[in-house]
């Protein structure tokens, strides 16, 4: 009887093991657009983990992509990537703007790509990001930011311990 049980149970592991997701990993794709003067922003995190930062910052539960999708989502998710991603552009200290968010159905439910912005930026001398991104939810989370401006490619790992990178051209 003891060992009629054992398949159920590695049954239920598997099952519970295929909708967890025990990397805390989000990443970030930095672009300066010369061009439109602008430094755009693609960030993908895991929709369970944003929701409950989210929460943590004092928001209500989102149900994102669901029926229940709270009716304020883009509001609070602009709110809490504008506290949580930061830039200083030349010293000064530049605002988010929220461009969009969307996640693919039919492949990748468990993530979500939201987009922002920073316009007017006519050059870059120097860039400051600072990225806590879900540092507070996950005490292993990880940030990986690839940046692209003025020619130079660099990647970034951000974590409790580092959350702030400057480059200088």
């Not at 049954?11 to 909708?19: A, C, D, E, G, Y």
């Not at 809490?80 to 991603?85: R, S, V």
């Not at 790992?157 to 051209?169: A, N, P, V, Y």
Request: charged share 30%.
């Amino acid at each position: 009887m003891k060992y009629s049980m054992l398949p159920f149970i590695l049954i239920l592991l598997l099952i519970s093991s295929v909708f967890a997701h025990p990397i805390h990993l989000s990443v970030s794709e930095v672009n300066y657009n010369s061009e439109s003067k602008s430094i755009e922003v693609a960030q993908k995190v895991f929709i369970d983990d944003l929701e409950d930062g989210i929460e943590l910052m004092g928001g209500p539960k989102l149900h994102l992509y669901t029926d229940k999708e709270h009716k304020d989502s883009d509001l609070w998710l602009a709110k809490y990537f504008q506290k949580h991603i930061k830039f200083k552009v030349n010293e000064k200290d530049v605002k988010l703007q929220w461009v969009g968010r969307e996640t693919d159905p039919k492949h990748d439910i468990q993530a979500i790509w939201v987009y922002m912005e920073v316009t007017k930026i006519k050059k870059i001398k120097t860039l400051e990001v600072k990225n806590t991104v879900l540092l507070a939810v996950h005490n292993d989370q990880r940030n990986m930011v690839h940046l692209t401006c003025n020619e130079d490619k660099v990647s970034w790992l951000f974590d409790e311990k580092k959350i702030t990178e400057t480059i200088q051209w």
